[in-house]
């Protein structure tokens, strides 16, 4: 990836809008589908929040620090990925949370959408852990190491493995590489690619294995002791940039936008955050048209 992302740590100090200004900018905004003329963000027409894992406490923080502002919430769980971005696309969503950059480029080149990302959240580094080796250095040649089989993190995985210099990629890997891309007469290990879920319960059979992120605090697991992982900092990270995502016509909905500056000014929500993710997450501030651009590249990249 050639379009550099600039991570920062959030800025705790955005304006938090008073009283007047926020009906102001109620009254302006666009009413969602299916709400006759209602502005969005009112009780007649609350903005509708699609998420994956809404019984993490730290939603319930941002529910309440949203409304303090005067702007009406309600959080959608859903059971799985598959589903917000259609709802989104669909009206019964005004926004969604869950995805990095790279799934929502897949999921728009694939329904032939255009939802697009107004916000970042954070990137999460993928680790690779080992019951058996302090470091990646210490794997003899020949042992196994898993990746896991979906198709964003077992790329990822592979480019963390030749990062820590186990395997070799084919043209030097991408965020689309798969287990049939290792060189093996030039990697160290053999890749073997499993269940996302089953990684992390595998390790006593393996080498090492790369854990989602979403399976390390299940796991007993301490981010701090991943013997490889990627670095957030590197420019070629910016696609697993967490987001906000909505329909193209709505990405200056000035309420929807402020969503997004709640979540990224408000210290609890994301302390709640950090403590779901494992303690791996490092939150970013992005600006919204580089978020846009690396979402181009990325789906320009998968329709190649």
């Not at 689309?176 to 053999?190: F, G, L, N």
Request: hydrophobic residues 45%; aromatic residues 6%; glycine residues 8%.
């Amino acid at each position: 990836m050639s379009h550099r992302i600039a991570l920062a740590r959030p800025n705790r100090s955005l304006a938090t809008a008073g009283a007047l200004g926020l009906a102001a900018l109620l009254v302006g905004c666009s009413a969602a589908s299916g709400a006759d003329d209602a502005a969005l963000g009112t009780a007649e027409n609350p903005v509708q929040l699609g998420v994956v894992g809404a019984s993490e406490p730290y939603w319930a923080t941002y529910e309440a620090a949203v409304e303090a502002e005067g702007i009406e919430l309600e959080i959608v769980d859903f059971a799985d990925y598959n589903q917000p971005n259609p709802a989104t696309s669909e009206g019964e969503l005004d926004l969604n949370q869950f995805q990095h950059i790279i799934y929502l480029a897949d999921y728009n080149v694939n329904a032939g959408d255009d939802l697009q990302p107004i916000g970042s959240t954070a990137i999460y580094p993928i680790g690779l852990y080992s019951d058996k080796y302090a470091s990646a250095d210490e794997i003899p040649d020949g042992e196994t190491v898993i990746v896991p089989n979906d198709d964003t993190n077992q790329a990822r995985g592979l480019l963390v493995l030749q990062s820590a210099g186990l395997v070799s990629l084919q043209d030097g890997g991408s965020p689309y590489s798969t287990v049939a891309d290792v060189i093996e007469e030039e990697s160290r290990v053999t890749v073997q690619a499993v269940d996302a879920a089953i990684t992390a319960t595998s390790l006593p059979d393996v080498a090492a294995a790369i854990v989602n992120n979403d399976f390390i605090e299940d796991a007993g697991l301490d981010p701090e002791s991943a013997i490889a992982q990627d670095d957030p900092s590197d420019p070629a990270a910016a696609p697993y940039i967490n987001v906000f995502a909505t329909q193209a016509e709505l990405v200056d909905d000035e309420v929807l936008n402020r969503l997004v500056e709640i979540y990224q000014s408000n210290a609890d929500v994301q302390a709640g955050a950090l403590e779901a993710s494992g303690g791996t997450g490092l939150f970013t501030v992005t600006p919204k048209a580089d978020l846009q651009a690396a979402l181009a590249e990325v789906e320009a990249e998968l329709q190649q």
